[in-house]
């Protein structure tokens, strides 16, 4: 597996806009969650093994911010033609398996992915009710095959001080993924151009 990291957008960046398709086939857009405690927005995607290692903890943890006032939306950017697994057809499968309840959308233009200079899967970034970002970095210290435990720690700090409308620490840990796989030709100026896996 290559490890990309986040490119780490500067804090205080207001969230790009976006409006893509849900699982459900609805339109889901950053204007829907105006009236939330803060929006958490996730690029992913099917057969990433970063992912697939958080997957259960993942699903949990949406659960349990979005019954606390939090947005979560996951974003799959992935082109298909080279991944197929990430099809939308393979992702309405993936959210019934998987357990998420959240929107889990898909950025066929991955026009959304370099607004938000989304450089891995997972990447997670966290903005709060005036929709400015806090947090962008890793879930936790675990990784698949680190034997290090899945407790999503950094992430839940950040989110509880989100929910309490309290600063989030700015000591913040990259989080590290598979590259999203870009369009051939496409790729945006921050790729360093390692090969997929």
């Not at 992915?113 to 903005?127: E, G, N, S, V």
């Not at 009710?129 to 407790?151: A, H, I």
Request: hydrophobic share 35%; proline share 7%; charged share 25%.
């Amino acid at each position: 597996m290559v490890k990309t990291a986040s490119t780490m957008l500067p804090l205080g960046t207001q969230a790009p806009d976006f409006s893509l398709p849900n699982v459900d086939g609805k339109t889901v857009s950053l204007s829907d969650f105006q009236d939330s405690k803060g929006l958490l927005v996730i690029f992913m995607c099917n057969h990433c093994p970063f992912v697939i290692h958080l997957r259960e903890a993942l699903a949990a943890f949406a659960d349990e911010y979005m019954a606390k006032g939090l947005g979560v939306v996951g974003i799959s950017s992935n082109d298909v033609s080279s991944h197929p697994d990430d099809s939308p057809e393979k992702m309405i499968e993936e959210a019934k398996t998987a357990g998420y309840n959240f929107p889990y959308l898909y950025d066929g233009t991955q026009e959304v992915a370099k607004a938000y200079k989304a450089a891995c899967t997972p990447d997670f970034f966290l903005f709060d009710q005036e929709q400015k970002l806090v947090y962008r970095g890793q879930f936790d210290d675990s990784r698949p095959g680190n034997d290090k435990p899945v407790t999503g720690a950094d992430l839940k700090a950040a989110c509880d001080a989100v929910v309490a409308g309290a600063p989030v620490t700015e000591d913040q840990k990259p989080s590290i993924g598979c590259n999203i796989k870009w369009q051939e030709g496409k790729e945006p100026e921050y790729f360093t151009g390692q090969p997929a896996v």
